[in-house]
């Protein structure tokens, strides 16, 4: 008789702060039933968590699965060489800025990740087992990404709803700095706008319309948490705000000088660029298989990940099998049939040999 306990022992993971990220994952791993302890600069969040079943239990699981670091980004760094001493799993992040955290620690137990989800709440209260449902959390394993460590932490992040993308941190930190960061500071800076004119109209901000309330709600987070990200990302940040303000003084140009088919090409470009944003896969159908053998070096099954964004090929699935008669690992990965041969081909390019299998 075999004893089947291994396979039938709860999951059990640690988060590290419990915020709005860091308790939204603890109640999310937990509704799907695995052991979750956690700790928190603040001893009161801690046994606040603990209360509302956010958390089982309060301190560190020295023998978790896995911890997830949520602390603000410029603690990111040592929270993270203490969970690695002090824990034996795996160990990943959820701050929005990845280059300081990812060249600092030269770990195969460490990933680097960034979920792309928030919410109006703030804190504790705003916990949300469904907050990283349709969301891009982003990975960012460097060249020494331990294949079955990637895989791993791919298949826990995919369980909470969210769709996996990897790239490296630096890349990373670009991106970010165009479609988050600089985002916040024009709507921040649009609201101190609003403001100022709200001295002198009164009713200026109760006839605020939904389009300038969408635009300017992520001003609403906690100034502390953006005074660290413009500090941990600053070149990127500077860089993105060079670029809007070049177009925007475009913009202002094209206005004064009432030149309305310059003006008009811009809004038409940027209508195109938005209608053509990536879309998750929604059919099923349309998928195909390709199965990939893992060459003999680190980081591979990782770099198909970091290949599938740079393609802007969406990846449905993802999984390392083994396979018994060569000894290797063999990547399994869903795309769209539509991608097939890009993908295929980049994979060729970088010295993989995909084979494909069309599901439908």
Not at 121 to 126: F, M, N, Q, T, V
Not at 150 to 160: M, R, Y
């Amino acid at each position: 008789m075999t004893d089947s306990s291994a396979d039938t022992a709860q999951r059990r993971a640690n988060v590290i702060g419990l915020g709005l990220i860091g308790g939204s994952v603890a109640v999310a791993l937990r509704e799907r039933g695995w052991h979750v302890s956690g700790t928190d600069g603040r001893h009161d969040t801690v046994a606040l968590a603990v209360e509302r079943d956010i958390i089982d239990a309060a301190d560190l699981d020295v023998d978790a699965e896995i911890t997830f670091v949520a602390v603000p980004v410029l603690g990111v760094v040592d929270a993270v060489r203490k969970a690695l001493v002090e824990t034996n799993g795996l160990v990943t992040d959820v701050g929005s800025v990845k280059s300081p955290v990812c060249s600092a620690i030269d770990d195969p137990r460490f990933i680097g990740g960034h979920p792309m989800a928030g919410s109006e709440y703030d804190g504790l209260a705003g916990a949300d087992p469904q907050l990283f449902d349709g969301a891009i959390w982003v990975l960012t394993p460097d060249g020494d990404a331990d294949d079955a460590a990637f895989a791993q932490l791919n298949g826990i992040v995919s369980s909470l709803g969210a769709e996996v993308v990897a790239v490296t941190p630096e890349r990373h930190d670009e991106v970010v700095a165009v479609v988050s960061h600089v985002p916040h500071l024009t709507a921040a800076s649009l609201m101190g706008v609003a403001a100022k004119h709200s001295m002198e109209h009164a009713a200026l901000l109760r006839l605020a319309a939904g389009g300038f309330r969408d635009m300017t709600r992520v001003a609403s987070g906690r100034p502390d948490i953006w005074l660290d990200i413009c500090t941990e990302n600053q070149t990127a940040i500077v860089a993105t705000l060079d670029d809007l303000i070049d177009e925007l003084g475009a913009v202002r140009t094209a206005i004064a000088a009432g030149a309305t088919d310059d003006l008009g090409d811009r809004l038409n470009r940027a209508r195109d660029a938005r209608a053509n944003l990536p879309n998750r896969i929604v059919h099923p159908e349309n998928l195909a298989e390709i199965r990939i053998p893992i060459p003999d070096r680190t980081g591979a099954a990782a770099e198909v990940f970091v290949l599938a964004a740079d393609l802007s090929v969406n990846i449905a699935n993802f999984e390392v099998v083994h396979n018994a008669e060569r000894q290797r690992g063999i990547a399994v990965v869903l795309i769209d049939q539509a991608h097939t041969d890009v993908f295929r081909g980049g994979l060729i390019a970088r010295g993989f040999h995909p084979s494909v299998q069309e599901l439908a």
